[in-house]
């Protein structure tokens, strides 16, 4: 790799950094939400809600496609955020106050 190539990479990579960094105080947010609605529930076959979660997949389809960002993308991303936080909801469940 040239070295203006290699300067060029490491540029976009510090704005990648700092894009990360604005990302996990988002997800420290949805975190904070999340207990919130964990909260709320009552038992634990209540964690996982198929038709919100189609509903929230449909609606991010729709918005990639709207921002031209690739679908399939976005859809995978849902998907593991929506399965990291179930995961998480379980685990959490019994710790309720």
């Known amino acids: 790799m040239s070295p203006l190539k290699k300067a060029k990479l ?3 990579r510090k ?3 700092k894009l990360d960094d604005s990302l996990i105080k988002i ?7 999340v ?3 964990l909260a709320l529930k009552e038992k634990k076959n ?4 198929q038709k919100r979660i189609n509903l929230i997949l449909r609606n991010i389809k729709k918005k990639s ?3 031209k960002i ?3 993308i976005t859809n995978k991303i849902w998907k593991n955020m929506i399965n990291a936080y179930i995961d998480f ?3 959490n469940f019994n710790k309720k106050k």
């Open 10 to 12: 490491n540029k976009i």
């Open 15 to 17: 704005e990648l950094d």
């Open 27 to 33: 997800i420290k947010k949805r975190t904070y939400l």
């Open 35 to 37: 207990k919130r609605v």
């Open 46 to 49: 209540q964690i996982v809600d």
């Open 65 to 67: 496609i709207k921002n």
């Open 70 to 72: 690739d679908p399939i």
């Open 89 to 91: 909801e379980r685990r």
